[in-house]
């Protein structure tokens, strides 16, 4: 038994299994590094909707809400396609990101060496890529107010969602990316669209008057969303920390996940404020790819993503960076023996979730030697 209280929410299709391939992880920590947690798994997205008829339900969420850290996997799939709005499988997860106020996003892109070639951009412009997205992700077009689907006089419909951030929503994420781009190479880009959007041009004004204030030690620049997107495919490594909104973050970090190789190797970390009584921030953990309907139930998902999420578990809520470290390290050398098909390029022996995870596991087993 251990304080260390891990909610699993397993999820949708590829979610389950690349999970269950994430519990191999936890199997070997707890047998070869003593280090235990006390798990409890629950159902969300579909999974939750079948048995329950909703995404999440009111027990789950709480006891996502009294967890130490949430582990989740992916939701999601097209025979949930014609649910009503709020019954819809990405209604869970949502939820669980409002309702935990965990309103930053971290999603970092790195290039293991091994995968260079299984970019699709050119290998001098990715090879060494490290960059971070910090996402806002309570707020924006995904929540704001006024939303919905409304009938007018004539009979047609108006569908609108309202894309609003206020002075407290845009500094707290703001001190976050400051914090970040300190601990890293001290450059922060604010993304928004101040030319065109209102939300934008308050986002960029706070982002320079707390840079003023509280900045100290960062370099900060702005720029627009739409030649963010460019820069990204352009010149990668020009970023170190980029700050932007929900929906652009959404956005630019599947555009940074190809410049790793795959959206299967691409962690997040959803974060809240520190609870002064613990000392650890409200936390979800999070791979950035969704269930893949296409390939789900082959047995053929990348599970990187979802041990790398597992790692920003160990470094950021349980300080057990040393554990992170070797997971990653056994990640980058499993890459070198093999490979998933998203990430396979050739002369590699290709395989599946379970080679790719014992690969792993056999690499920890060598480094922990
Ligand atoms: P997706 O991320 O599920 O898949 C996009 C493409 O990337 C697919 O071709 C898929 O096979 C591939 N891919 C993704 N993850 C992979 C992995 N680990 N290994 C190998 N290949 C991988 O996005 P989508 O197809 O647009 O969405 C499918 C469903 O997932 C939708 O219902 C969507 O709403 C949901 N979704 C959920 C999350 C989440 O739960 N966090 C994130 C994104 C999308
Ligand atoms: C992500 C996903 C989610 C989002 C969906 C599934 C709600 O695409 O985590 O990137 O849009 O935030
Ligand atoms: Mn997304």
């Known amino acids: 038994a251990s304080n260390r209280k891990v909610m699993v929410l397993p999820g949708d299709g590829i979610g389950r299994e690349v999970m269950q391939a994430n519990m191999k992880i936890i199997d070997w920590l707890a047998k070869y590094r003593s280090l235990g947690f006390d798990l ?16 999440l339900t009111d027990e789950t969420l709480a006891d996502s809400m009294s967890a130490d850290a949430v582990l989740f996997g992916a939701v999601g799939g097209p025979q949930y396609d014609d649910l009503a709005f709020e019954l819809k499988p990405e209604r869970g997860l949502l939820r669980l990101r409002k309702e935990m106020d965990l309103y930053a996003n971290l999603r970092p892109a790195i290039v293991f060496p091994a995968l260079v070639d299984a970019s699709s951009l050119k290998p001098d412009l990715v090879s060494g890529l490290d960059i971070m997205i910090l996402r806002e992700l ?26 609003a951030y206020s002075t407290p929503e845009i500094e707290r994420i703001g001190r976050v990316g400051f914090d970040l781009a300190r601990k890293r190479n001290g450059r922060l880009t604010s993304v928004e669209k101040s030319n065109v959007m209102h ?22 620049s702005h ?29 630019l970090s599947d555009c940074a996940a190809m410049l790793t190789g795959s959206l299967g190797m691409l962690p997040s970390a959803s974060l809240g404020d520190i609870d002064p009584d613990t000392g650890i921030p409200a936390a979800m953990y999070e791979p950035v790819h969704g269930s893949a309907p296409d390939i789900a139930g082959k047995g053929l998902a990348n599970p990187l993503a979802q041990f790398m999420s597992f790692s920003m578990m160990l470094r950021y809520s ?35 979730t379970d080679g790719m995870t014992a690969a792993v596991i056999d690499a920890m087993d060598r480094l922990a030697r």
């Open 40 to 55: 409890s798994e629950g159902l969300v997205g579909g999974a939750a909707y079948d048995a329950h008829g909703t995404p």
């Open 138 to 163: 309570c707020g924006g077009s995904y929540f704001a107010e006024p939303r919905g689907i409304d009938v007018r006089e004539d009979g047609s419909k108006l569908g609108y969602d309202t894309n």
């Open 199 to 220: 939300s934008g041009v308050l986002w960029r004004e706070v982002m320079i008057r707390l840079h003023g204030e509280e900045g100290e030690g960062v370099e900060l």
């Open 223 to 251: 720029m627009y969303a739409d030649n963010c997107a460019m820069q990204l495919v352009r010149a990668p490594k020009q970023f170190d920390v980029i700050v932007t909104d929900n929906l652009f973050g959404d956005l």
């Open 318 to 352: 349980f300080g057990q960076a040393e554990e992170a470290d070797l997971l990653e390290q056994a990640v980058s050398d499993a890459l070198a023996v093999k490979r998933t098909g998203d990430i396979m390029t050739p002369g590699c022996e290709q395989t599946g």
